[in-house]
């Protein structure tokens, strides 16, 4: 049973949300964009509750607008779950059968839509929460036996949560949902079981008799069989070794070899190692135990919140093998640039918080072309991902000015990481299928292209996708043709000029200080040094100047950008 789609009402700082689902979803963002309220959210509608007692929803899951709010006056928690089959008759007539009164057609697929409603009631002073099936117009489904129906669905679409905060010593515990099913299930037959606790009782005899100390504290406890009542025959014993084999089971842990050699508990290793751990036990369990547990048409959900904890780079890009080979649905909410570029382009949810509103961003099925999806998502890859997570793109057209943008943002004290500006080079690539995927994730742009004839069909491009926007905001072309000659006309010829070569000065004939005369200049150049190479030596002039050697056009550019990430919270 595959979770196509949630909408979300209310709920923790989500105001409202509709989120599409893939077979794996990654969500992306900054802190408070609701990413791991969405996990949550699902959780809530699909955990088992393991009494009567128990409730879906904290107080603090209903979503507080003003500091003033109250959870007995926050408007009602609405979680919908948009269950569909991925093609027509997936769905196997025995699961139909049973759920014949809550499933719907739309189309030519079978679904099941299933809203969550949970609210104060002042009558009765306490958080009520409701299930409704609903039809596909969104109204409720008349005689719909909602308890039984939704026992079956937490069955066949089981939500597996695994949070960010993975502590090895609280999951490989006894009584835990992964490590707890394997031991506690461990099937010994009665003959073995006594052979067994006949070598244990025999092996703490031999422990009991080489400590002559613990003898001692035998016999005197036994002393208190004469003041309470005790079994006179054997009134006190002490296990060194656990006498049962139940015992043992439950004290079972795992031990890992550390660098150094020595043999230690899970718990005693770092933080990376325990995390790693754990989601190899949580794998271990969907192999193994899911089947086990429920039937053979389930397909589990499962909710991971930053996979990428306290992992290195290169064992995030291990892990992220191991995810996505994982048996069930997958969503993720994670922070990692390597991670992001390991998965499909189509499986990312950018979300985003303006106004106080959460926005949901996706490239669609029908956005790019097979080969402009290669193209990023090769670009992606040697930015490692990065890139997906900027606020703003400040798109510049060669090394040059992506050195020269980033340097006078620091001589001005505009922090460009800090604000979430990333600036991109696109000459490789393209600056139409930059700008496209850019507005797909709801990132924003801004184009700087040279003033010559191939920056004014840069700009063209650009242009073409502002969907709305304003061109004077986004779009930026160069005051002179290239990038160098609009240094030298700012004031910082003099590093192009002593670096003309020797068989190209007499080409320069326009009279000093104009832009053909700058432009002659910069054509003269010899080969070393490099132009980026040029570019940090008239960073290191502007240095020296400070604030005001920065170009007017420059700073003008990185304000615009600053005031576009602004926007994009």
Known sequence: MFLEKIEISNFRGIR?????????????????????????????????LHSRSEREFSDYDYHLPEKSSQPTDSKAIEITLHFFEREENEWPAETTQRLSKVVQLDGQRQCIILRVRSEYRHSGNNFATEWHFLNTDGNT???SDTSRARNEIRQLAPVFYLSALRDAAQEFRSNSRFW??????MDIGPELKQDLETALAE????????????????????KTGKMIPLDSNEPVDIDVIPSRTFDILSRTQVILT??????????????GTQSLAVICLFNAFLQSKVEERYTKHTKPILALEEPEAH???????????????????????????????SVPLLSLRRLSRKAGNIAVHQVDADALTGDERRKIDHHIRLTRGNLLFARCWLLLEGETEVVLFKECARILERDLGHRGIACVEYTTIGIELLVKFANQLGIEWMAVADGDSQGTKYIQSAEQQLEGRSADLHLCPLPHQDIETFLCMAGYGAVYESNI????????????????YWKQVVNAQSKRPSKPAKALSIIEEIENTGKAGVPCFVSDVIEKALQLAGQSQ
Do not use: M
């Open 16 to 48: 409202e949300l509709s989120l599409n689902l893939n077979s794996t979803t990654v969500l992306i963002g900054e802190n408070n964009t609701g990413k791991t309220s969405i996990l949550e959210a699902i959780k809530a509608c699909l955990k088992p």
């Open 141 to 143: 489904l008349p005689g």
């Open 180 to 185: 707890g099913s394997f031991v506690r299930s």
């Open 203 to 222: 092996l703490n005899l031999k422990v009991l008799d080489a400590y002559e100390s613990l003898g001692q504290i035998k016999n005197e406890l036994g």
């Open 258 to 271: 550390s660098v150094a050699g020595a043999r230690l508990p899970i718990g005693r290793h770092g933080d």
């Open 311 to 341: 992992l290195h780079p290169s064992a995030i890009r291990s892990a992220s093998d191991l995810l996505q080979n994982l048996n069930g649905q997958k969503i993720l909410a994670t922070h990692s640039g390597d991670l992001v570029a």
């Open 501 to 516: 070569s020797d068989q190209k000065k007499e080409k320069i004939g326009d009279e000093w200080g104009t832009p053909g």
